[in-house]
């Protein structure tokens, strides 16, 4: 049996497993503890329940070539507090982490004023590109940055940052 993964994900909320094969099993699926604003699974179209973020859900049936699970998960906004010190914080937009570029380094974390609810802090974000802005700096996803005048995957020609100083409202 094989599945076959159909997505935009994080561009769009929802994810489609396509069952290439016949036969009874259990296809797990893991809940990030960020996804807070629901986790949906219809299967063949039919309501087949809702996962508990931060968990495991079990998606079991009798399959047959063709059908369709699809998992409904918006995205959302949320930030990884260090260990160290809470005060540290990374942002995340799902499964991306974010990042802001930087002209140079600095022995300092850059400060960052977010409220609890961090959507209420982003003041312009474009979906089709997860680009974005919060308190004044612009952000984008980790994995977009590209060095600077290098093709080779070398990081040393650019600089951005993925962890702030927060200060919050929570």
């Keep these: 049996v094989n599945v076959k993964l159909v997505t935009n994900y994080p561009y769009g909320d929802t994810i489609k497993l396509v069952i290439d094969g016949a036969g009874d099993f259990t296809v797990k699926t893991r809940v990030p503890a ?5 986790y ?5 179209g039919e309501a087949y329940g809702e996962g508990t973020p931060d968990s495991y859900m079990d998606i079991s049936g009798s399959w ?18 260090l260990n160290e ?6 942002l995340c937009y799902g499964p991306l982490v974010m990042a802001c570029p930087e002209t140079s ?8 004023s977010l409220e609890y609810d961090l959507k209420n802090s982003v003041t312009a ?8 802005t919060i308190d004044g700096i ?3 996803p980790l994995t977009d940055y590209r060095p600077v005048g290098t093709s080779s995957g070398n990081v040393n020609g650019s600089r ?11």
């Design 34 to 38: 960020w996804a807070t604003n629901g």
């Design 40 to 44: 949906t699974v219809t299967v063949n």
């Design 64 to 81: 047959a070539k063709g059908d369709v699970i699809e998992i409904t998960m918006p995205v959302a906004w949320h930030y990884d507090k």
């Design 85 to 90: 010190d809470t005060n540290v914080r990374s």
């Design 105 to 112: 380094a600095s022995a300092t974390l850059r400060p960052l």
């Design 125 to 132: 974000f474009n979906r089709e590109t997860l680009e974005g």
């Design 138 to 140: 612009s952000f984008k």
């Design 160 to 170: 951005r940052s993925v962890y702030f100083d927060v200060t919050s409202n929570d």
